[in-house]
């Protein structure tokens, strides 16, 4: 089956730094790949999607210009929280979709911010 | 290690028959359970949730589940299909520890073709 490979799994990072997370399809070409967040009582949710070649179209109450998204490539794209803040803390996912309609998921990253 | 196991990609039912997607999961605590759709090149939706409480769980569009702790299973069902109904659908546990919030781990997902 469809491999997506998201890395890294756990950051750490101190508090007015950037992060980037990588999520990359390994065996397909994903035209559209979707970023999630995770929230205590909301389970997940829909950050931005992404399609190759095109800006990301983000979800209502989503900062563009703290959660950089970039999909340059049809295997790779990047999720940067820029500035981060203990409020950022929290798991990223993303899901890789090659157009059938499928969409595969990677393992997600623990994101905490001291 | 938890996991996460659908049985079967691939679920085609006639409209108006049963839909039943089984979703089976490892854990070694108390989990959350939740079923996502996702339709063609659009993200994922919360049908439905089961934290605590009631292990029959109702959620939109007509779908509920039912949480069995013997079975370790969290099977998706409708009494009756639509052709709307056709999409992808993942299961998805979670984990609490005290106060703090587990990751979230998908199964591989079930597509589900509706017939007329």
């Known amino acids: 089956g469809a491999v997506v490979s998201q890395h890294p799994s756990r950051v750490i990072c101190k508090s007015g730094t950037s992060v980037k997370i990588e999520c990359r399809s390994l065996?397909?070409?994903?035209?559209?790949m979707f970023w999630y967040r995770q929230f205590p009582k909301q389970s997940l949710m829909l950050m931005a999607t992404s399609n190759e070649g095109s800006k990301a179209t983000y979800e209502q109450g989503v900062e563009k210009d703290k959660f950089l998204i970039n999909h340059a490539s049809l295997t790779l794209s990047t999720l940067t929280v820029t500035s981060a803040h203990p409020e950022d803390s929290s798991f990223y996912i993303c899901s890789a979709s090659a157009g059938t309609g499928r969409a595969f998921f990677g393992q997600g990253t623990r994101l905490t911010v001291v | 290690a938890q996991s996460v196991t659908q049985l079967g990609s691939h679920v085609s039912v006639s409209e108006g028959a049963l839909v039943l997607l089984r979703c089976n999961y490892s854990s070694s605590v108390p989990p959350y359970l939740f079923w996502y759709v996702q339709y063609p090149n659009q993200g994922l939706q919360l049908l439905l949730k089961?934290?605590?409480?009631?292990?029959l769980v109702k959620g939109i569009n007509g779908f509920e589940a039912e949480f069995k702790k013997s079975e370790t299973s969290f099977h998706l069902t409708k009494p009756s299909a639509h052709m709307s109904d056709a999409a992808e659908y993942f299961c998805a546990v979670r984990h609490s520890y005290g106060g703090s919030q587990g990751n979230l781990i998908f199964g591989k997902g079930t597509k589900l073709s509706v017939k007329p």
């Open positions: 065996d397909f070409q994903a035209t559209t």
């Open positions: 089961y934290t605590t409480g009631a292990t």
